[in-house]
């Protein structure tokens, strides 16, 4: 009998916990692995506001009202008014004599100082090497800032303005230019020239000693290609950067054509004096204005949905959700309607429609073939039709979540997507960024 006992007491089961604890230690490092394993890798992106900074450049022909004024005498030359300083009607412009002007560099005053290092800065911030005549207009300006100027200096014979305006120390044959007459080689600029003219410099009578702008009306006009012409073709204005300084003016469109050739003339009314020594400027034509959420134009997918009627859409369920009455056959043949609480992305309307009259909703809340009925009527839609949606796959779950976008600009690399839509993207988002190696719901892991 006690052989009996001890053989019982053998075959009981003791609960051991550490064993349970391993086991299910174990179990998670295996589903963890599992799960490390089948998870699809993939550079996610996160979601910020921006803007889309690439806009079309253009170097643009400058235009405007100038009048050459020419010596009438030989001699030596004297600037009284600085370079590119605005002079009323009869104010002494500049003088020329036999001999040189014997006055030096006058005492600089704070706001002469301010103008050259100004002046300095603006070069130094802009310089371009295959514009070094920049370097000579630099020079000429603080020439006529350090030695111009003053009753003293009006020696020999003086010119006065014949009407108020900019006075620019230099020509390049362009003062007559107009839109009118605006051909291909005026771009080129490798024949471009422009002469330059400094205190004590020589002039021959005949020849011109300086120019006058007169008026605040300039434009800016550039050649164009098809697609740029076609980009534009339907603005009345639009806003221009210019590279030299980074100002931006808003100006009138005007396109025309000129023997084959598609041109665009941008006009404005203020601005004039900043670029009165320039003939040629870098433009940049600002034309991706649209502000939202700013995404890889990789990420951008396409997913269909099926397209139902609004008016047979109905509201159940413990919500009150909105939903459709799917058509049921039970196994005696009977049929019944059961509520589908179904997930609706967008409404469009057809042409020639004024009212949305269509739901998209997503594939899975029903199957090709299954019909709908309409609320108290014997009405039936049978579900087929598709339709197909833009979006991006969200992975703020650690998988992959479709969200509609509503795109409003776009260049080659990014697209600027509207906030705040049903289904949509919010700032700091993360997304796929190649939204083609991704299916919806995959386990996503970031690279």
């Known amino acids: 009998m006690p052989n009996a006992s001890k053989k019982r007491r053998r075959g009981r089961f003791h609960f051991n916990i550490g064993v349970v604890i391993f086991g299910a230690i174990l179990l998670y490092l295996v589903i963890t692995l599992v799960i490390y394993l089948t998870t699809n890798r993939q550079e996610i992106y996160q979601v910020t506001t921006g803007t889309l900074s690439q806009n079309a450049t253009y170097t643009a022909l400058i235009l405007r009202d100038e009048q050459v004024v020419s010596a009438d005498q030989s001699g030596y030359v004297n600037f009284i008014v600085p370079d590119g300083m605005r002079t009323s009607a009869d104010e002494a412009v500049c003088s020329v004599s036999d001999t040189k002007s014997e006055a030096g560099q006058k005492k600089l005053t704070d706001e002469n100082l301010s103008d050259i290092e100004s002046q300095a ?3 130094s911030a802009n310089y371009n090497r295959s514009q070094f005549d920049s370097v000579n207009d630099l020079k000429a300006s603080i020439n006529a800032i350090l030695y111009g100027g003053g009753d003293a200096d009006m020696t020999g014979n003086v010119y006065k303005a014949p009407q108020a305006g900019l006075v620019v120390y230099s020509s390049d044959g362009y003062e007559g230019k107009t839109v009118d007459s605006i051909n291909e080689s005026d771009f080129n600029s490798k024949t471009y020239r422009k002469t330059k003219y400094g205190n004590d410099s020589t002039v021959e009578s005949g020849a011109p000693l300086y120019k ?3 008026g605040t009306s300039w434009s800016a006009v550039t050649p164009l ?3 740029q012409y076609e980009q534009l073709k339907d603005r009345k204005q639009i806003r221009v950067r210019f590279s030299k300084d980074g100002q931006s003016e808003t100006g009138k469109v005007n396109l025309f054509d000129r023997d084959g050739a598609h041109y665009c003339q941008i006009s404005f009314s203020t ?4 670029y009165c020594g320039d003939r040629f400027l870098n433009v940049e034509f600002v034309t991706n204005t649209a502000t939202g959420l700013k995404i890889p134009k990789s990420a951008v997918v396409e997913k269909e949905f099926y397209l139902i009627p609004k008016s047979y859409a109905t509201t159940g369920g413990e919500n009150g959700t909105t939903g459709f ?3 049921v056959t039970d196994e005696n043949g009977k049929k ?6 179904a997930t609706i992305y967008e409404e469009t309307t057809p042409e020639n429609e004024t009212d949305p009259v269509y739901y998209y909703v997503d594939k899975s809340e029903f199957e090709e073939g299954d019909v709908i009925v309409l609320e108290n ?8 039709d598709t339709a197909a949606l833009k979006g991006v796959f969200c992975t703020n779950k650690g998988y992959a979540d479709f969200r509609k976008i509503a795109v409003l600009e776009e260049n080659d690399e990014y697209c600027i997507v509207a906030a705040g839509t049903s289904y949509g993207l919010s700032q700091y988002d993360y997304i796929v960024r190649n939204g083609k190696n991704v299916r919806e719901s ?3 892991r970031q690279k």
């Open 325 to 327: 009455l799917k058509e």
């Open 225 to 227: 290609s098809d697609s």
């Open 336 to 341: 019944t309607t059961s509520f589908i609480d």
């Open 271 to 274: 601005g004039v004096s900043r």
């Open 212 to 214: 006058l702008i007169t």
């Open 377 to 384: 009527s014997n009405e039936r839609y049978k579900i087929g």
């Open 121 to 123: 800065s603006n070069f």
């Open 442 to 444: 995959d386990l996503i």
